[in-house]
């Protein structure tokens, strides 16, 4: 089992910057991909950035350059960095973890607010 809990978010004014963070516990050892999802009013929830085992990183075009998504193994924390943040990256952000068995967790979500 795993355990995620994100913590970080708030609101923010459009152009300033949050830094999401997740810790993981349990069994972290096994990871495939440890990543961001956000999910606003209405829509469905979208990948936002995530890293694959080998430490490549992916991105949804809309973040391209404004966010940085970073893991610290010893302390088996994920991190997102927001910068530029924009009113449309309103949403509540989940962390996920998949493993190598294909088993996928969540965190319970940490809400974003971009407003003036």
């Known amino acids: 089992q795993v355990q995620l809990v994100e913590s970080g978010g708030g609101l923010v004014q459009p152009g300033g910057s949050l830094r999401l963070s997740c810790a993981a516990s349990?069994?972290?050892?096994?990871?495939?991909?440890m990543g961001w999802y956000r999910q606003a009013p209405g829509k469905e929830r979208e990948l936002v950035a995530r890293?694959?085992?080998?430490?490549?990183?992916d991105y949804v075009d809309s973040v391209k350059g404004r966010f940085t998504v970073s893991r610290d193994s010893a302390k088996n924390t994920l991190y997102l960095q927001m910068n530029s943040l924009k009113p449309e990256d309103t949403a509540v952000y989940y962390c996920?973890?998949?493993?190598?068995?294909?088993?996928?967790?969540w965190g319970q979500g940490t809400q974003v607010t971009v407003s003036s």
């Open positions: 996920n973890l998949i493993n190598i068995y294909s088993y996928t967790y």
């Open positions: 890293i694959i085992s080998g430490g490549d990183t």
């Open positions: 349990g069994s972290t050892f096994s990871v495939r991909t």
